[in-house]
């Protein structure tokens, strides 16, 4: 079996490298451009509910959330019908700052299918998806307290 994991996380790694270092003169550090940009596609979206689109635990979400909110890219507001749920929005300078890191996220996706026929990239996100829901079975069960069984 070959070791498409490791495969994808050396890609993953290696972009999110590149994207640390490009954001930084967004003032955006480690990983934090990736919670913007889901806060801009999802404007309202609750703390818990980005922390499962993106698969990291609450407390990492948390730290990310608060650095975002400090340096001015978002802002937590009340919901409407229950005061107690903070909900989050992209402020002024998120929405300047969002369209560049799609921007740069269309320009890798682009260099990482460079020489596969569109055909390919299609069966490769077909594929991609199928392995992205399985892992996902796995991350729920484990987040809920249980164990695999390997």
Not at 79 to 107: C, H, M, S
């Amino acid at each position: 079996m070959t070791e498409i994991l490791r495969d994808i996380g050396i890609i993953a790694r290696a972009l999110d490298s590149i994207a640390n270092i490009e954001f930084k003169e967004l003032m955006l550090t480690r990983g934090q451009y990736l919670y913007l940009v889901r806060i801009y596609e999802n404007s309202g979206i609750i703390q818990d509910k980005l922390a499962e689109m993106i698969k990291v635990d609450r407390t990492t979400a948390a730290r990310a959330i608060k650095k975002l909110e400090q340096n001015g890219f978002i802002e937590k507001r009340p919901d409407e019908q229950n005061r107690k749920i903070k909900r989050l929005f992209v402020t002024a300078k998120g929405e300047a700052a969002a369209p560049i890191i799609l921007k740069e996220n269309d320009y890798s996706n682009q260099t990482a299918l460079k020489g596969l026929t569109s055909k390919e990239a299609e069966q490769f996100a077909e594929l991609l998806e199928k392995i992205r829901k399985n892992v996902e079975v796995d991350w729920d069960l484990v987040k809920k307290g249980h164990k695999r069984n390997y």
